[in-house]
């Protein structure tokens, strides 16, 4: 039987979200044993992660805090670190995946013993390491610059596995009795549909009064619960609600295990953030993040069945668009139909994705054609096909006069500022910025062959995206002609 | 520490230690001494239930703080240091039982900040009350005691880290290196690591910048 190590320092939602890889891998490999690494604060969250053999827990935070008083001796933060991992260090294991993918857990990571790597780790020539081009695009460790995809979407791509709902851990007796409770209320209820609110996140990102909205906006819909943990200050948050609407609102005091529960016998589950979203959206359950605004932070933590839902779209007059968002399917994958049209940067990620699965004319190449102003990144392609040209030729010439180096130097500037851009050549340029910014070659002739062939990648992918502009401007000529 | 312990009794017929010639307690009235002194320091406790008390006597300050907070359903954990080793040795012949607190009496520093249960205590961040007639009696241990700072020579401390291999690489280091920071820097930049290198450099992201702060500090 093989050994995996799963190492997952993610905390919160995403700790949720890049477990859901784990019931696809399970299954595709069922022979094997998962162990997961994991930081100390995510121990209660473990609870209802499945198919994990055994957890081991680091606590950072101690570590820190003990190496930084200064009447500790140096040793115990040491040894707080090592101890905790020894066990793990002295295993063969058949592949050790990283999943978290910052500095920390790509070093760690990669000094355990392992006969596969997958993820992000640092060989022994002290360079970034990657599994695929998901890992390299969306890691924290040499990209400096937020990639709007959701983390588990992402996993799922790298892994080549479809995205399963997660079987989450829960207590049979807990079980039972949600199952009993939530049956008669089913039977009693006008719609069946039975609406969880994590009224804590809400108004925790919106206030008690667009909390309270949220709430009267949803009462229509179905039977509506407040679901919140079992804090004094969430009690406190919800008694204030009955205070200022003058109402008793259902609600179900839950913790991540016995939400597991809860999350499946609900229709919808509304929220702004936060782990329990993240469960219902990985049981299946259509889930809504409600924002006053994108951003890419909160896309990132998007679980599979679930969408951004702002809270102008909410409380939208011109239509029902809660009854829309309670019976419309969302599928799984980067689907962002109902994310605001203006803003390109949400489409970037997937966009670059569908290029290296040489798929450009997907349904989200379609969305983005809808979106965007074709000429003007027709015209900013070509400015940064310019750079990687320009760059290139210096590189090709003796580099080391003066004027050569300059206009080099001046490319790769350009070229860097088209990755803080929003356009679609940016995705691409910024993995060519990653990687010059971190490549670790001493040697220069090894340097220059190692910027060459990354701006002949960079080519090509620009190359890509041109292809894919130029069907795009003759589809909607096409369509125009044809008064669609 | 050589010190001379007499035990004389109180105007209220408790025993009293007297150690070089000073009282540690009131010769007229130590449980009124040490209830005025538990109503001053219970304030201090209430946001911990770990606390150190620097200096034993006879335990009339600790007693009656124990009563006071167990008076409002607390029960904390309390340990207190005395350095004097005839002394808890007097007390404990004295009260002829048990204590209900845990006494620590090792007059070496050094050797009783690298006592794992006592560290562990030290993590619940204790409030530190001062018994002032024990603390004036032993001020060099007490003051040395507060002021200490752990060395942050590698020479000093890798000899106590419990992973044999990672204790290995480390001695191995220090024979080239000074200080943990130095270490990180010269790993951080180095071309080939191997898997103590990656160790380290994952402990380095835990402590963070810190690592060099924390030093610079001290």
Same mark, same amino acid.
């Given at each position: ?47 209802? %992660? ?64 392992? #006969?596969?790597?997958?993820? @992000?780790? !640092?060989?022994?020539?002290?360079? &970034? ?10 890691? #924290? &460790? ?48 006008? $719609? ?31 039977? &509506?619960?407040? %679901? ?9 948050? !919800? *008694? ?16 991540? %295990? ?28 259509? =889930? ?28 939208? @007059? ?10 419309? *399917? ?96 940016? =995705? ?20 220059? @062959? ?35 | ?62 007693? #009656? ?16 240091? #005395? ?26 520093? &050094? ?95 835990? !402590? ?8 610079? $500090?001290?």
């Amino acid at each position: 039987m093989n050994k995996s190590l799963f190492i997952n320092f993610h905390s919160g939602a995403a700790f949720i979200n890049s477990c859901s890889i784990l019931d696809s891998l399970k299954q595709s490999n069922p022979h094997t044993q998962y162990f997961m690494l994991t930081s100390a604060s995510n121990e209660e969250l473990s609870k209802v %992660i499945n198919h994990i053999e055994g957890f081991f827990f680091l606590d950072q935070a101690e570590i820190r805090n003990c190496w930084n008083t200064p009447i500790f001796n140096k040793n115990i933060a040491i040894n707080l670190f090592i101890n905790k991992i020894k066990t793990l260090l002295n295993i063969k294991w058949y592949e050790v995946i990283n999943v978290s993918n910052n500095n920390f857990a790509a070093y760690l990571a990669s000094a355990f013993d392992a #006969e596969n790597y997958i993820g @992000t780790f !640092i060989d022994d020539k002290h360079h &970034v390491q990657y599994t695929d081009k998901y890992f390299e695009l969306t890691n #924290e &460790v040499i990209i400096p610059k937020n990639i709007p995809a959701p983390l588990a979407e992402r996993l799922g791509k790298s892994f080549g596995l479809p995205m399963n709902n997660m079987s989450f851990n829960r207590i049979e007796k807990f079980d039972k009795i949600t199952s009993e409770k939530f049956k008669k209320i089913k039977e009693n209820s006008n $719609s069946g549909k039975l609406i969880g609110i994590d009224i804590i996140s809400i108004v925790k990102n919106l206030g008690n009064k667009a909390a309270y909205s949220v709430i009267e906006k949803l009462d229509d819909t179905g039977e &509506v619960f407040l %679901i919140s943990d079992q804090s004094q200050n969430s009690i406190s948050v !919800i *008694n204030e609600l009955h205070q200022e609407s003058g109402r008793v609102f259902k609600s179900i005091t839950c913790n991540v %295990i016995t939400f597991a529960s809860v999350a499946r016998y609900l229709t919808a589950f509304y929220a702004s953030d936060g782990v329990f979203a993240s469960i219902a959206s990985n049981s299946n359950v259509q =889930t809504f993040y409600i924002s006053d605004t994108y951003n890419i932070k909160l896309i990132q933590s998007l679980g599979p069945n679930s969408c951004i839902i702002t809270t102008s779209e909410l409380f939208s @007059t011109e239509n029902n668009r809660i009854e829309l968002a309670a019976t419309h *399917n969302i599928s799984l994958g980067f689907n962002y139909s109902r994310i605001c049209a203006d803003n390109i940067e949400l489409h970037n990620a997937d966009f670059i994705l569908s290029l290296e699965s040489h798929n450009a004319e997907n349904n989200n190449c379609n969305l983005i054609r809808e979106k965007i102003n074709l000429g003007l990144e027709k015209n900013y392609l070509a400015t940064t096909v310019r750079h990687t040209l320009g760059a290139l030729r210096s590189l090709r010439t003796d580099i080391k006069t003066p004027t050569n180096a300059n206009n080099f130097v001046e490319y790769i500037g350009n070229l860097f500022e088209v990755a803080d851009s929003s356009s679609l050549a940016s =995705t691409v340029t910024t993995i060519f910025k990653s990687r010059i910014e971190n490549n670790t070659f001493d040697d220069v002739a090894e340097n220059i @062959t190692y910027i060459e062939s990354q701006l002949f990648e960079l080519k090509n992918n620009l190359k890509l995206i041109a292809i894919y502009l130029e069907n795009a401007i003759t589809i909607k000529a096409l369509s125009q002609d044809a008064g669609v | 520490m050589s010190s001379t312990i007499i035990i004389e009794t109180s105007k209220t017929g408790l025993s009293i230690p007297k150690v070089n010639g000073v009282y540690l307690h009131s010769t007229l009235d130590p449980i009124k001494e040490a209830e005025a002194f538990a109503r001053t320091q219970i304030t201090r406790t209430e946001k911990t239930n770990a606390i150190l008390i620097l200096g034993l006597g006879f335990a009339y300050h600790v007693d #009656e703080l124990m009563k006071q907070l167990r008076a409002t359903n607390r029960h904390c954990n309390i340990k207190v240091i #005395e350095p004097n080793k005839g002394l808890v040795q007097a007390y404990l012949d004295n009260i002829n039982a048990s204590p209900n607190f845990q006494i620590i009496s090792d007059n070496d520093i &050094v050797r009783l900040y690298q006592e794992t249960e006592f560290i562990n205590f030290l993590k619940l961040k204790p409030v530190i009350i001062s018994h002032n007639n024990s603390f004036n009696a032993n001020k060099t241990f007490f003051s040395t005691m507060l002021s200490y700072r752990a060395s942050l020579q590698m020479q000093d401390f890798v000899d106590k880290v419990d992973d044999l291999n990672f204790r290995s690489y480390l001695i191995e280091q220090s024979t080239q290196i000074d200080s943990l920071h130095q270490l990180i820097d010269h790993v951080a930049s180095a071309r080939d690591i191997n898997r103590n290198d990656k160790l380290l450099l994952a402990f380095s992201q835990i !402590i963070g910048s810190t690592a060099r702060s924390g030093e610079a $500090s001290q």
